[in-house]
């Protein structure tokens, strides 16, 4: 890789990732940690990224909070996926839907249908639905996470537990053969597992890139929900497991149903 392109690749990095480490560039370009630097010293110079401890970022991204990171993480798989689970959700139903990035793209493609019932736990959720189309939406209380705008815990849970929707939609961080759908959060596991409980269809949305992870906390096995919707098919001991749960498996651009 010449110069020049290095620089371009290490742009196109930071667009996505907002910032990134010395270390982890000098892995992903294959060259060594001091090549790194000097490729980074006129970036700088010139103002076009701001150097860090031990990394860079872009200056427009620097402030920006984790969950507008994870928004632009996998974005267009997250897209295909909301804009398939949209298509299933009628005008005038209700829906249930934890905080999550592909949750929060599955709500702004939610935004031609009219007269929708939502209930969330995310301010990102309930703003982009609420006051539009004849929509009632619901916002579960308690205090507001600042990363992320959503808010947790037993005031939360026992809130959506009054509800009963037609579509409970969560999202979730990782989904493993064996433990079945989790996340890296007590709260937000129990939330998911909550909301899960109060739809007639219960619906896991989740990119590609979460198959085969291990997360901290359990949400549920494959027993605990009816579908899940993701963006490629997911790997075999994934798919079997789903298989045997007599869960559906939706896929953007092709559907199995088990």
């Given at each position: 890789m010449v110069h020049s392109k290095r620089h371009g690749e290490i742009l196109r990095l930071l667009q996505e990732e907002g910032t990134v480490t010395i270390a982890s560039l000098a892995d992903r370009l294959g060259v060594s940690l001091e090549t790194v630097r000097r490729d980074v010293k006129p970036l700088t110079a010139d103002g076009s990224v701001l150097k860090m401890h031990g990394?860079?970022?872009?200056?427009?991204?620097?402030?920006?909070?984790?969950?507008?990171r994870r928004m632009r993480e996998n974005a267009d798989a997250k897209r295909v996926i909301a804009r398939m689970v949209a298509a299933t959700i009628r005008d005038g139903e209700s829906i249930m839907l934890d905080t999550g990035t592909t949750t929060s793209f599955l709500a702004r493609e939610l935004l031609g249908h009219r007269r929708l019932t939502v209930v969330t736990n995310s301010s990102d959720i309930a703003r982009t639905l609420a006051t539009i189309n004849g929509n009632k939406v619901y916002m579960a209380g308690g205090e507001l996470r600042s990363d992320s705008g959503a808010a947790f815990g037993i005031s939360a849970i026992e809130f959506v537990s009054r509800f009963s929707v037609s579509h409970a939609i969560i999202s979730t961080g990782a989904?493993?053969?064996?433990?079945?759908?989790?996340?890296?959060?007590?709260?937000?596991?129990?939330?998911?597992?909550?909301?899960?409980?109060r739809g007639q269809r219960s619906l896991v949305v989740t990119d590609h890139t979460k198959f085969g992870r291990q997360g901290l906390v359990q949400v549920c096995g494959f027993d605990g929900f009816s579908e899940l919707a993701t963006d490629r098919a997911p790997p075999h001991d994934v798919a079997a497991a789903l298989a045997q749960a007599g869960a559906r498996l939706s896929i953007a651009g092709g559907e199995v149903a088990f």
């Open positions: 990394a860079i970022g872009l200056p427009s991204m620097i402030g920006e909070a984790p969950f507008e989904v493993d053969a064996v433990t079945g759908v989790m996340d890296y959060d007590l709260e937000e596991a129990e939330f998911a597992r909550m909301v899960l409980s």
